[in-house]
């Protein structure tokens, strides 16, 4: 009798351990944090791009590694990654080589989103020219399709932290016709994707920051 028991347990377990290892999925992909010189802090916001993660594989059904890469702006690893995250409150600089990898990397498929942590714009500007000297940085229009992916933003970026009061801007560079670069200005999208207790928002703030960050990398991995 003990021995039976023993065989059915036996089998209960492999029952469950078989059924956990068919619904396992490993991730489909990484996205990536840019590392960049000038001194600016691009490793700002620690917490932001894991809890986006989390959100998206929850709400959205994707399965994004929750293992965040750091790379850097020459490195030739970067086209392993669909998207990359670029952040900070300071100085940004491109080298030569740098403007070339990265360039590259967007004009055969990638995707740079950049976030002003606030400070960021008058570095970052004169960079963007550099790497794209034949386009103007456009403001997106509201009906823009990033805007109306799962969720609906029907007044474009949502503004999670306020700073100098000014309204916020999506802006992008858009060559042969695919949004390569989505800059969000004066809005802290990454801020809000952040635990808590860091900046002490409120809920709806938080779930406005991440399901626009959702929408984000919703709309690069689904826009050809």
């Known amino acids: 009798m003990k021995r039976k028991r023993l065989d059915t347990f036996k089998l209960i377990f492999l029952v469950l351990l078989f059924a956990g290892l068919s619904s396992f999925r490993p ?14 802090d691009w490793y700002a916001n620690p917490t932001s791009l894991t809890n986006l993660i989390k959100f998206c594989n929850r709400n959205l059904n994707t399965n994004i590694s929750e293992d965040i890469a750091t ?9 392993n990654y669909p998207f990359v ?18 360039r590259n990397y967007l004009t055969a498929g990638g ?12 570095f970052i500007r004169p960079q963007l020219k550099k790497l794209f000297p034949e386009l103007e940085l456009v403001e997106l229009p509201f009906d823009h399709p ?40 004066e809005c802290d ?25 959702a929408n984000i990398l919703q709309y690069v991995f689904t826009t050809k």
Do not use: C
């Not at 995707?111 to 008058?122: A, Q, V």
């Not at 992916?149 to 560079?173: M, R, S, T």
């Open 27 to 40: 991730p489909s992909y990484q996205i990536a944090l840019l590392k960049y010189s000038g001194g600016g």
């Open 71 to 79: 790379i850097d702006a020459g490195s030739m690893e970067i086209i």
């Open 85 to 102: 995250h670029l952040t900070g409150h300071g100085n940004v600089v491109f080298s030569p080589q740098e403007i070339e990898n990265l």
């Open 111 to 122: 995707f740079l989103h950049i976030d002003d942590n606030y400070g960021l714009d008058e």
């Open 146 to 185: 990033i805007y109306h992916q799962h969720y609906n933003f029907p007044k474009g970026l949502p503004k999670i932290h306020e700073h100098d009061g000014k309204a916020p801007g999506g802006y992008g560079l858009i060559y042969e016709g695919r949004l390569v670069v989505f800059y969000t200005y």
């Open 189 to 213: 999208l990454g801020d809000g994707w952040e635990d808590p207790e860091v900046h002490g928002d409120s809920e709806a703030t938080r779930q406005k920051a991440l399901q626009m960050g």
